[in-house]
């Protein structure tokens, strides 16, 4: 091998030992510094519009996308008793599930809404990191609907308990032997100034400062 082919070998060895300790240094500290999950979305309090009584739905005039307020009148049921139809909290519909003139049941379910003006990301945090997480720590949030932006947030809430809770019996085999899994808890994130293209339901990654 001549001379010259030596040094660009020696050269482009270097480079590339240099690129992996780069990117385990990268990796390292990545790991150190943050709690990463992609299994989060996005979610927001939600309610239900009910019928009061059973009878005739009128004056209904919800759709899908219309904007309400706590204790708004959303319609008239006729009946025995006619009764307004409130919403019990400020919200958008998102869901309409009843029509003008529409008989209705008592405790039927018309309409759904979600207060999409405080929408917030329910990451599933696996109890080993835990300890690293915090109230009111910084997080990066990518969201699949709108994946050009990264949103800040912040830990608002540490659930109290794990999302298997109540299933911990079917962690065991037929054997009765208990099977150990890594549970997940629910961290609730707060979403700073979410665009348009946020919606409930949508799948997000989450980056928590430790």
């Known amino acids: 091998m001549s001379k010259k082919r030596?040094?660009?070998?020696?050269?482009?060895?270097?480079?590339?030992?240099?690129?992996?300790?780069?990117?385990?240094?990268?990796?390292?500290?990545?790991?150190?510094?943050?709690?990463?999950?992609?299994?989060?979305?996005?979610?927001?309090?939600?309610?239900?519009?009910?019928?009061?009584?059973?009878?005739?739905?009128?004056?209904?005039?919800?759709?899908?996308?219309?904007?309400?307020?706590?204790?708004?009148?959303?319609?008239?049921?006729?009946?025995?008793?006619?009764?307004?139809?409130?919403?019990?909290?400020?919200?958008?519909?998102?869901?309409?599930?009843?029509?003008?003139?529409?008989?209705?049941?008592?405790?039927?379910?018309?309409?759904?809404?979600?207060?999409?003006?405080?929408l917030y990301i329910t990451a599933n945090i696996q109890e080993t990191d835990l300890k690293s997480i915090e109230k009111g720590d910084k997080v990066d949030i990518v969201i699949d609907g709108d994946p050009g932006t990264t949103f800040e947030g912040n830990v608002e809430e540490i659930g109290y308990a794990t999302n298997s809770t109540f299933n911990l019996f079917s962690q065991q085999n037929s054997s009765g032997n208990y099977t150990k899994v890594t549970q997940k808890v629910p961290v609730k994130i707060s979403i700073k100034n979410p665009s348009s293209q946020v919606l409930p339901g949508m799948n997000a990654s989450v980056k928590i400062s430790k």
């Open 6 to 118: 030596l040094i660009i070998v020696n050269i482009v060895g270097i480079v590339i030992g240099l690129a992996i300790l780069a990117g385990g240094a990268y990796f390292y500290y990545d790991s150190i510094s943050y709690v990463k999950t992609d299994e989060a979305h996005v979610t927001g309090e939600m309610a239900n519009i009910t019928a009061p009584v059973s009878g005739k739905l009128t004056n209904w005039t919800m759709k899908e996308g219309t904007k309400i307020s706590k204790d708004e009148k959303t319609g008239v049921i006729k009946g025995e008793h006619s009764l307004d139809v409130k919403s019990i909290m400020a919200g958008t519909i998102v869901k309409n599930e009843a029509r003008e003139g529409q008989t209705v049941q008592a405790g039927q379910t018309l309409a759904q809404t979600i207060d999409m003006d405080h």
